[in-house]
Structures are given as structure tokens and as C-alpha cells.
T-cell receptor, first 114, second 117 residues
């Protein structure tokens, strides 16, 4: 079974600085998808970024980028120029290529200091 | 596009009663819908997967007789918590996927907070 590990329960970053959230996963599949979701205090899940395992290029979405290391099964999220609105819980998630179910990590609470 | 709604957003019910939560995909047809449960400051726990017109597939440890899921159409799935007890109090989130497997994204509803008194 696939597992997703987020070992840091909390992180804090100064506004305008850069922060990296870590995620590792375990799978025996070669093709899959990885996601980072944001859950702000409203609790609405928001897709931040997604990475297809067959793509070597790291995904980027504006201030958000990932460092995808397939061999190491590592998928970290970098948030540049952090903003107060980035404060939220962030979940790393895995989905098999032909599967529908998402496997979530435990999440990390990110706070942003003004 | 790709909006999923849930109703109600917050419900309080008495112990022993049943409560129904609706999940609707507003601008797309969802072949697959998922129901999650989330406790404060914890991750989402998948309860069941439902495909339109067929019985839901429940995750291990989830009581199918207690959490009734119906996916009656391509835009509506319902979760009914039967004979609710205080320990059922939680935040319930649904998500909907347009295409089974493949690159289809899961779009999440805003969640329903259930409080059982």
C-alpha cells in the first residue's frame, strides 16, 4: 500500500521569505500523481500544485514550486515570497496512475509571521 | 468551473437521529465521488468511494450500515449518518472526479460540520 509521510507537524515563516515543506512517499508503482493541497481556516481544500511522475520537470505555479526526486521518493513544496494568506494546513497526497483514490499525508500547519 | 457544493454546511442533530448530507457537482458530471471525514488538525480519512449507479465501496473500518452513501446521479451523492452518536461529530468532506482514474482531478466540497448532541 502507498504511504505518504509528512514528518513536520508545524512550520513558521516570515512574510516575504521562502519556506519548504517536506513530503516523502512510498510506492511500488512507476506512474502516479503527486499533489499538494492547501486547507485554510475555512477548511476548503484547494489544489496548490500537481506533479505527474513521468514528467522530469518540476511543476511550478506562480510562487509555488516543487522539488520532485523520484528515486528518493521525495516531493517537497517551496513557497516563495510568503504571504499572510499562505497560512494554512498543507497536505501532500499521492494517487496511482490508474487509480482514483488519494492517499494523504498527516499535513503540516504553516504559520506566516508579519 | 469545477465547483462542488455541500449542503448543509453545518448541522446539529440529537443523538439517535439520522442526518443526510448532500454533495453536488455543479458544472460537471462526476463519475466518482468520495467521502472523507476529518477531525480537527488531522488529515482527511477516506470513508468510501461511490460510482454513479452502483454501490459504494467502503474503506476498512467504516460501518456501511451507519454511513449510507447513495450516488443516484452524475451530479449528486448523499451521505446519511444513521442513528447518530456524539462520536460521529466531525467534519465531513466530499470530492468529485470527472474521469475515473487518469488525469481527472478531484474537486472538493466546502465540507459539512456535524455536531451530535
Amino acid at each position: 500500500a502507498q504511504t505518504v509521510t509528512q514528518s513536520q507537524p508545524e512550520m513558521s515563516v516570515q512574510e516575504a521569505e521562502t519556506v519548504t515543506l517536506s513530503c516523502t512517499y512510498d510506492t511500488s508503482e512507476s506512474d502516479y500523481y503527486l499533489f499538494w493541497y492547501k486547507q485554510p481556516p475555512s477548511r476548503q481544500m484547494i489544489l496548490v500544485i500537481r506533479q505527474e511522475a513521468y514528467k522530469q520537470q518540476n511543476a511550478t505555479e506562480n510562487r509555488f514550486s516543487v522539488n520532485f526526486q523520484k528515486a528518493a521518493k521525495s516531493f517537497s513544496l517551496k513557497i516563495s515570497d510568503s504571504q499572510l494568506g499562505d497560512a494554512a494546513m498543507y497536505f501532500c497526497a499521492y494517487r496511482g496512475f490508474s487509480d482514483s483514490k488519494l492517499t494523504f499525508g498527516k499535513g503540516i500547519t504553516l504559520s506566516v509571521r508579519p | 468551473g469545477a465547483v462542488v457544493s455541500q449542503h448543509p454546511s453545518w448541522v446539529i442533530c440529537k443523538s439517535g437521529t439520522s442526518v443526510k448530507i448532500e454533495c453536488r457537482s455543479l458544472d460537471f458530471q462526476a463519475t466518482t465521488m468520495f467521502w472523507y471525514r476529518q477531525f480537527p488538525k488531522q488529515s482527511l480519512m477516506l470513508m468510501a468511494t461511490s460510482n454513479e449507479g452502483s454501490k459504494a465501496t467502503y474503506e476498512q473500518g467504516v460501518e456501511k450500515d451507519k454511513f449510507l452513501i447513495n450516488h443516484a446521479s452524475l451530479t449528486l451523492s448523499t451521505l446519511t449518518v444513521t442513528s447518530a452518536h456524539p462520536e460521529d461529530s466531525s467534519f465531513y468532506i466530499c470530492s468529485a472526479q470527472a474521469l475515473a482514474g487518469g488525469p481527472g482531478e478531484q474537486y472538493f466540497g466546502p465540507g459539512t460540520r456535524l455536531t451530535v448532541t
